[in-house]
């Protein structure tokens, strides 16, 4: 295949806009099809990729593209692979299977934890029932001071600045995309109902006030 930019074979110079030129393929011509294809995307992905992402890229109907991820996420399950295919945070990615944690963590981790602290588990679970939340607010709620915590979420890619409070000013936290991930949910709807059991807005604020955070 002639690439875009180069001279034609007669020697005569590209045309204006060649370099602009995308790469053309018939999905019917990899030795995989569509299926195989999509695969290959998977495999470069780092986060969730969307259905409509992937048809455009493959230029296929989208509910085509649906059925092929549906079937290689059954394949997948079928043959007992040591990763599955998985549609989370709205779109598809490739994971380990949680049952090989152990062997992952080990030779990623050099047999060292990193997991979360419980004064962070603790902090993240507030933000992700309450946000979007200031800092004052999740204080308020776990009686500590809670500003080392919420940078250590941060740097962990778990929660985000998701604006101001109109009348304090201040920050306002949420999570990410990355939380549901990590937590095995496709939206923030699936998280199990804990929340009518925190403080509700108004004590939040009445024990941010009197210092409680």
């Not at 790469?23 to 470069?44: K, S, T, Y």
């Not at 949420?174 to 009518?196: I, N, V, W």
Request: glycine share 10%; net charge negative; hydrophobic share 40%.
């Amino acid at each position: 295949m002639t690439q875009a930019g180069t001279a034609g074979g007669d020697g005569t110079p590209p045309s204006d806009g060649a370099g602009e030129e995308q790469v053309a393929f018939d999905i019917n011509d990899f030795p995989g099809g569509a299926r195989a294809a999509i695969e290959a995307v998977l495999m470069v992905v780092d986060e969730p990729v969307t259905e409509a992402a992937l048809a455009s890229a493959l230029e296929l109907p989208t509910e085509d593209v649906a059925a092929e991820l549906e079937a290689l996420a059954e394949e997948y399950t079928s043959q007992h692979r040591g990763f599955m295919l998985r549609r989370l945070a709205g779109g598809w990615r490739v994971y380990t299977r949680s049952e090989y944690a152990p062997v992952v963590e080990k030779f990623l981790l050099g047999g060292q934890q990193a997991r979360l602290t419980q004064a962070a588990l603790e902090t993240l679970a507030v933000i992700a029932y309450r946000q979007p939340i200031s800092r004052a607010r999740v204080g308020a709620v776990r009686g500590v001071n809670v500003d080392g915590v919420v940078r250590t979420l941060l740097a962990r890619g778990l929660v985000q600045e998701a604006g101001q409070d109109e009348e304090s000013g201040a920050v306002l936290y949420g999570t990410t995309d990355y939380f549901l991930q990590r937590m095995g949910l496709d939206s923030l709807d699936e998280l199990p109902p804990l929340a009518p059991y925190l403080p509700s807005d108004d004590v939040l604020e009445e024990l941010a006030a009197e210092g409680h955070a």
